[in-house]
């Protein structure tokens, strides 16, 4: 019974994905339909137009396999054979120094101003 | 029959690699990295051409769109923590955007790379849906794009939690914030393993930061080139 839940409530989530891609192709939003649909999604619970059961399992089953999703995408690397030489090497290198370095002050920011909302309140 | 079996050979390594990461507990083991490398040498070794394994992998690829859609339910349940700290989400996404552009522009300059590449560079910390989408709005070069915010991604989850620990960066909002804005949907695959109220910061993150990308990157690249 729940495989059938999980799949039927995939069936409504997907309709969100169609239909925030129906609503980029009208407005020509620089977004992708997808995320489109997570904001329309989220109106819809948080109106309680759509209740929590309704999608709860599938969003939960989609959720711990988002990994594998990336998958398929992520071997499409194997088509740019020049990214794996030594100017590839470069280009990784000063990616990983700006990401890492923007994601520790980013962390360290945010504690600071959690710890400051803290002692206001 | 090819169908049939590049979606089995996925789903099978994805799930030996995860058991191998969970039972080593090392990071560098992040399933993503391991089972990519793996499919990729398998494909190379047996002649079989990418497009040829996306007949069986679009399958896995076309859950994306419903899956990016389901993270509206994290957010939704945890609504009232993302709401009490909506000010600290919206500046870090914001200096997260800014911090990343900056270095990244200043480094590729500093090693001498073209204005292709730069470009190509710019929306690095956006989920590659809509990082493709800027990349070729900007006159960047769409599949380095895509190699950069994966590997963005990867890096962020490898690395991520090393640098939560080395600089104590230890509350859910600190932790979500700083990697859904670096390294968006795979660093935020992540955070499953730190509780849904990271998870839903993470998202939350992440969402804001395509949302601003998709504003910001053509500007930045209008101003600059």
Redesign the interface.
């Known amino acids: 019974m729940k495989v059938i839940r999980i799949i039927l409530q995939?069936g409504v989530?997907?309709l969100?994905?169609l239909i925030?891609t129906w609503i980029v192709d009208w407005t020509h939003?620089?977004?992708?339909?997808?995320?489109i649909?997570?904001?329309l999604?989220?109106i819809c619970?948080?109106t309680g137009v759509i209740r929590?059961s309704f999608?709860?399992d599938?969003?939960?089953f989609?959720?711990?396999?988002?990994?594998?999703?990336?998958?398929?995408?992520?071997?499409?690397?194997?088509?740019?054979p020049e990214?794996l030489s030594g100017y590839g090497i470069?280009?990784?290198v000063?990616?990983?120094?700006?990401?890492?370095?923007?994601?520790?002050?980013?962390?360290?920011?945010?504690?600071r101003?959690?710890a400051r909302?803290h002692d206001d309140t | 029959m090819m169908t049939l079996s590049m979606l089995v050979l996925?789903?099978g390594i994805?799930y030996f690699m995860?058991w191998l990461y969970k039972r080593s507990n090392i990071s560098f083991l992040f399933?993503?990295l391991t089972?990519?490398i793996c499919?990729?040498v398998l494909?190379?070794l047996l002649d079989i051409p990418?497009d040829t394994?996306?007949e069986g992998?679009?399958w896995?690829?076309w859950?994306?769109?419903?899956?990016?859609?389901?993270?509206?339910?994290?957010?939704?349940?945890q609504?009232q923590t993302i709401m009490k700290?909506r000010?600290?989400i919206l500046?870090?996404v914001a200096?997260?955007m800014a911090?990343?552009m900056a270095?990244?522009l200043f480094?590729?300059w500093a090693?001498g790379?073209k204005t292709d590449?730069k470009l190509s560079?710019l929306p690095?910390?956006i989920?590659?849906?809509?990082a493709l989408?800027?990349s070729d709005?900007i006159g960047g070069i769409p599949?380095?794009t895509?190699?950069?915010v994966?590997?963005?991604?990867i890096?962020?989850a490898i690395?991520?939690p090393i640098?939560?620990r080395k600089?104590?960066?230890?509350?859910p909002?600190?932790?979500g914030?700083?990697?859904g804005?670096?390294?968006h949907?795979?660093g935020?695959?992540?955070l499953?393993e730190y509780g849904e109220k990271t998870?839903s910061i993470g998202s939350v993150s992440m969402?804001l930061s395509?949302?601003l990308g998709?504003i910001v990157c053509?500007i930045v690249a209008w101003l600059l080139f």
Do not use: H
């Not at chain 2, 859950?63 to 349940?77: D, E, K, Q, R, S």
């Open positions: 995939i989530l997907y969100f994905t925030g939003l620089p977004l992708p339909g997808s995320i649909g997570l904001l999604l989220l619970l948080l929590e999608i709860k599938g969003a939960g989609l959720i711990s396999i988002l990994t594998l999703l990336f998958i398929p995408a992520t071997v499409g690397i194997m088509n740019y990214l470069l280009l990784v000063i990616l990983a120094i700006s990401t890492l370095f923007t994601l520790t002050l980013t962390g360290k920011i945010a504690m101003m959690e909302q | 996925t789903i994805f995860t399933p993503i089972s990519t499919l990729i494909l190379v990418y394994y996306m992998g679009r896995i690829n859950l994306l769109g419903p899956a990016v859609v389901a993270m509206a339910y994290p957010l939704y349940t609504w700290n000010k600290i500046s870090c200096i997260a911090t990343g270095s990244i480094l590729a090693v790379l590449v560079y690095k910390s989920t590659s849906p809509v989408q800027i709005a599949q380095f895509v190699f950069f994966i590997v963005a991604g890096l962020g690395f991520g640098i939560y600089f104590n960066i230890d509350s909002v600190s932790r914030v700083a990697m804005s670096a390294s949907g795979i935020v695959s992540k499953t998870l969402t395509a949302i998709a053509p």
